[in-house]
Nanobody, 115 residues
């Protein structure tokens, strides 16, 4: 499975961005996907997760109510709609997918929120 993120960039506080993660390869193996973020010197943390059928989602407390995870199975693409962005959301965001035996990561996309 290959994962390619897009949609990061620079935005002012209070603004919005939508991240996309396009999956290719053996996508039928995927049981769940998610978005993680990692600031320099810190551990990678889960931002949001979604099951392969999109029926169940989960969010970190810091983004609940502001971010929405979704996926379009016809396009093999997962999204993260980020609203009311805050400077503390600034960091690299990574797409994650896992099958029953392996975990896959994208290369990351930078999100920068200016105050």
């Amino acid at each position: 499975v290959q994962l390619v993120e897009s949609g990061g960039g620079l935005v002012q506080a209070g603004g919005s961005l939508r991240l996309s993660c396009a999956a290719s390869g053996s996508t039928s193996e995927i049981v769940a996907m998610g978005w993680y973020r990692q600031a320099p010197g810190k551990q990678r943390e889960l931002v949001a997760a979604i099951t392969s059928d999109g029926g169940s989602t989960d969010y970190a407390g810091s983004v609940k109510g502001r971010f929405t995870i979704s996926k379009d199975n016809a396009k093999n693409t997962m999204y993260l709609q980020m609203n009311n962005l805050k400077p503390e959301d600034t960091t690299m965001y990574y797409c994650n997918a896992h099958s029953r035996v392996r975990t896959y990561w994208g290369q990351g996309t930078q999100v920068t929120v200016s105050s």
